[in-house]
C-alpha cells in the first residue's frame, strides 16, 4: 500500500519534470534567430568601449573584412575608427557649405594618381609626404616586378616605365569604371599644414632627390609673383610659399608649374575622395596602427609587410607648425586654411587655432 503511493508519486514526479525540461527546451531552441539577434545588439552596444582603444595594436585574426561584420564574441573592434572616419567623409561630402572644397572631378589629373594592382584588385591614390614611396614598393612586390621590397632600387621606384605599377589612367574608360567600383581603394592623409611644411622642406630647401626645376623654376616664379618685401634677397621663404597657395587665383601659375604641384594641392584635388568610393583612409599620425590594418583590410598581409616606420616621425609636431608660421600675417594664414579647409573637416584634422587667432 504505502509502496504504490510512493510509486505514483515518483511517476508524478518524472512527468512533472519532464514538462518542465520540454518546455525549457522549445524557450531556449525553437528561436534561435532571437537568440542572435540578442547576441547582436548586445555586440552592437560594447562597440563603442571598445573601439576607443588605439593603444591596440595587434588586429585579431578574425578582422580580415572592412565591412565591420564580426562574429558575436570576437575581439574588440579596431576597424571602428576606419568606419568613423568613412562616414565622417560622407558627411562632410554632403556639406553644401563645403562643396566647392570637397569635390573635384574624376580627371585625368586624379587617374594618374591612382595606381593600380590588378592581381590583388587594390588601388592606391598617391598623396605626397606621407610615405608613399613605401607604398609605391609594397604594389611594386605585389605586381611582382620584383621579389621583395629591398630589392627594388631606389631609382626605379618613380620610374614608372620601369616599376610595373600601372596609372588607372593607362586602362580603357570601361576598365577605369570596372576597376573603381570592385577594388579595395585606399590612401593616406596627414595634417593638411604640416604636410605643406614637409613639402617646402622637401621641395625647396633639402631637395633630396635632385630635382632642380624646384628652386631653379618653380622657386623664382613664386618669389616674383607673392613676396612682399622686394629687398629680401633670400630665397624662397615659407611665407612666399604661403602666401601663393592662399591665392584664391593660383591656378594660372599651378597650371606653369604641371605635375609638381601634386605635392600642395589638396587631397580633394589628388584623390577625389567624394566622388571615388574608397575603402580605407589611413592617417599618417597612426600609421603604424593603419599600415598593418591595411595590409589585412586589402587581404595581403601574409604577402608583404609595410618596411619599419622610424620612430617618432608621424607624430604630428604643434612647436615645428608654431615655428613654420611665425612672423607670416594672420591674414595669409586665413587665406590659406580656407583653401584647405576641405582636407581639415573631411580628414577630421582639428582646425589650427592657435595660427589664425
Ligand atoms: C563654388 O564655385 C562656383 C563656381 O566655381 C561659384 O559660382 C560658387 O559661388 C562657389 N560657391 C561657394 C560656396 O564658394
Ligand atoms: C625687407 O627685407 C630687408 C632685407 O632682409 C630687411 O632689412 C628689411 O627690414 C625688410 N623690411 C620689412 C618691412 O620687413
Ligand atoms: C618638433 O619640432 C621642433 C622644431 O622643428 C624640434 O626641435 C623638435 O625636436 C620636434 N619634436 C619632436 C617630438 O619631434
Redesign the pocket.
Known amino acids: 500500500m504505502h509502496h504504490q503511493w510512493l510509486l505514483l508519486a515518483a511517476c508524478f514526479w518524472v512527468i512533472f519534470m519532464f514538462m518542465v525540461a520540454s518546455k525549457f527546451i522549445t524557450l531556449t531552441f525553437k528561436d534561435p534567430d532571437g537568440y542572435s539577434a540578442k547576441q547582436e545588439f548586445l555586440f552592437l552596444t560594447t562597440v563603442p568601449e571598445a573601439g576607443k582603444l588605439p593603444e591596440e595594436k595587434q588586429f585579431p585574426e578574425e578582422l580580415q573584412q572592412v565591412t565591420g561584420q564580426m562574429l558575436p564574441g570576437s575581439r574588440p573592434d579596431p576597424p571602428l575608427v576606419y568606419l568613423e572616419r568613412l562616414e565622417l567623409m560622407r558627411n562632410v561630402c554632403r556639406d553644401e557649405a563645403l562643396k566647392n572644397l570637397s569635390h573635384a572631378a574624376v580627371s585625368k589629373f586624379v587617374l594618374d594618381r591612382i595606381f593600380v594592382c590588378d592581381k590583388h584588385k587594390i588601388l592606391f591614390c598617391q598623396t605626397p609626404k606621407v610615405g608613399n614611396t613605401q607604398w609605391k614598393k609594397v604594389l611594386i612586390v605585389l605586381n611582382g616586378a620584383f621579389p621583395s621590397i629591398e630589392e627594388i632600387p631606389e631609382h626605379v621606384v618613380h620610374d614608372h616605365e620601369k616599376n610595373g605599377l600601372p596609372r588607372l589612367s593607362s586602362y580603357s574608360r570601361v576598365g577605369i569604371q570596372k576597376r573603381l567600383n570592385t577594388y579595395f581603394k585606399f590612401f593616406i592623409v596627414r595634417d593638411p599644414f604640416e604636410r605643406l611644411i614637409s613639402a617646402f622642406k622637401d621641395k625647396f630647401v633639402h631637395n633630396p632627390r635632385f630635382e632642380p626645376w624646384y628652386r631653379h623654376d618653380i622657386a623664382p616664379s613664386i618669389i616674383r609673383k607673392y613676396r612682399?618685401?622686394?629687398?629680401?634677397?633670400?630665397g624662397i621663404q615659407f611665407e612666399d610659399f604661403v602666401r601663393y597657395l592662399g591665392d584664391p587665383h593660383h591656378r594660372w601659375l599651378d597650371l606653369q608649374f604641371g605635375e609638381h604641384i601634386i605635392h600642395w594641392v589638396t587631397y580633394v584635388e589628388l584623390c577625389a575622395p567624394c566622388e571615388i568610393k574608397y575603402s580605407v583612409i589611413g592617417h599618417h599620425e597612426t600609421l603604424e596602427e593603419d599600415a598593418p590594418y591595411i595590409l589585412r583590410a586589402a587581404g595581403i598581409d601574409r604577402l608583404v609587410s609595410y618596411p619599419t616606420i622610424p620612430p617618432g616621425i608621424t607624430v604630428y609636431n604643434k612647436t615645428k607648425v608654431e615655428h613654420y608660421f611665425l612672423g607670416i600675417s594672420k591674414r595669409d594664414i586665413r587665406r590659406l586654411y580656407a583653401r584647405f579647409e576641405g582636407d581639415f573637416k573631411l580628414f577630421g584634422y582639428q582646425k589650427p587655432d592657435f595660427l589664425l587667432n
Open positions: 612682399r618685401n622686394h629687398t629680401e634677397t633670400r
